[in-house]
Structures are given as structure tokens and as C-alpha cells.
């Protein structure tokens, strides 16, 4: 990670622009899955995916000491992860709930994922460089 706060944005941007165009199957899976539970393997795969990306990030700011010891890191990504799938399956019915507009709701929604897991490049989004578990106002 060089620069957490744009890369984790443009991830995010991608996954719920994803999530928006592919809604309604979204939505038919989810209504099917009691009725067809063993499909849940395949519509689960794009996810997953994006949840190991999610973590694999998550790590390496860890290891790279930008994220707080204290963080589970689990329960951090699930929260960045659910924030982007309500927007993207519930803006459309339900657009007082998001931040406007859409195409600011992913930056916001990493900023405050970084305050929450990475103040240090929480405070480096503030006009500062970020480097290695340090900042530098040059």
C-alpha cells in the first residue's frame, strides 16, 4: 500500500459499481437461497473474492504498523464491506440513508473505515505524506 486512502477508494468505487450493475441478480439470489441453498457456492464466489482482497490489504497495513494492534481486522472489513453493499443494493429504494452523491460515497465511506482502523493514515488524508507508520509534512 502506498497510498491507502486513493487505493482503498478506487477498490471500493469498482466493487459497489459492480455490485449496482449486477443488483438484481444480486437480489434473485438472495430472494432464491432458502429455495436453493446449493447455488449459494457460485453466487458467493465474487464476494469472497472481494473479502480476500479486502483482508490481504487489511494485512499488509498491519504489517506495514498503519493499522492499529487493537483492530480486528475481521470485524473491520465485514463493517467496510456491509457499508458498500447496503449502499449498492439500497440507494436506489431507500437514497436518504446514503451519503450523496453516489459517486462520493466510496471516499467517504474509506475515510471513515481509516479513522476507524489507521489513524496514522487516517491523519496523513488531512494534507500530510504518509510513510511507513509515519508522517511527514514535506
Request: proline share 6%.
Amino acid at each position: 500500500p502506498l497510498d491507502p486512502e486513493e487505493e482503498l477508494t478506487a477498490w471500493c468505487s469498482s466493487h459497489m459499481e459492480h455490485m449496482r450493475a449486477e443488483s438484481a441478480l444480486i437480489r434473485a439470489c438472495m430472494a432464491d437461497y432458502d429455495a436453493r441453498p446449493e447455488v449459494a457456492p457460485a453466487a458467493c464466489a465474487g464476494p469472497l473474492q472481494a473479502w480476500s482482497e479486502v483482508q490481504r490489504y487489511l494485512r499488509r497495513l498491519r504489517e506495514l504498523g498503519l493499522v492499529d494492534r487493537g483492530i480486528d481486522l475481521d470485524i473491520a472489513g465485514a463493517m467496510f464491506m456491509s457499508a458498500a453493499f447496503g449502499d449498492a443494493m439500497g440507494r436506489d429504494m431507500i437514497a436518504e440513508m446514503f451519503p450523496g452523491p453516489v459517486d462520493r460515497a466510496a471516499r467517504a465511506y474509506t475515510r471513515l473505515f481509516l479513522r476507524m482502523v489507521a489513524p496514522r493514515v487516517a491523519t496523513g488524508m488531512m494534507g500530510r505524506e504518509v510513510v511507513a507508520g509515519t508522517t511527514s509534512t514535506d
